[in-house]
Nanobody, 124 residues
Framework: QVQLVESGGGVVQAGGSLRLSCAASGRTFSSYFIGWFRQAPGKEREFVGAISSGGGMTYYVDFVKGRFTISRDNAKNTVYLQMNSLKPEDTAVYYC?????????????????WGQGTQVTVSS
């Protein structure tokens, strides 16, 4: 079992940066692919990106490529989402999630464990 806790959200002006953290409990954290999702008010939860269990491979949706970077430190049981050049449309609650799958997925139903989310608000 893995428990996930996100932190680092807040209010930032357009063009600014934030780094979200996803801290995990559990000895097997390093065996999980971790995904980041976000959900804006009135919208479905959408995939943002993912990182492989060892951290060697990352995947991003087109609208964050070049702006967001996912990394992980398995010694600290933590995954990071560095967000640069933020836009008002990035405003959402951001969630990290863990999947036992040995490959990445952009489908929320493939993820087994979820954090509670952290709010990111980008003002124009």
């Amino acid at each position: 079992q893995v428990q996930l806790v996100e932190s680092g959200g807040g209010v930032v002006q357009a063009g600014g940066s934030l780094r979200l953290s996803c801290a995990a409990s559990g000895r097997t954290f390093s065996s999980y692919f971790i995904g980041w999702f976000r959900q804006a008010p009135g919208k479905e939860r959408e995939f943002v990106g993912a990182i492989s269990s060892g951290g060697g491979m990352t995947y991003y949706v087109d609208f964050v490529k070049g702006r967001f970077t996912i990394s992980r430190d398995n010694a600290k049981n933590t995954v990071y989402l560095q967000m640069n050049s933020l836009k008002p449309e990035d405003t959402a609650v951001y969630y990290c999630a863990a999947t036992r799958s040995t490959t990445w997925s952009d489908r929320r139903f493939d993820y087994d464990y979820w954090g509670q989310g952290t709010q990111v608000t980008v003002s124009s």
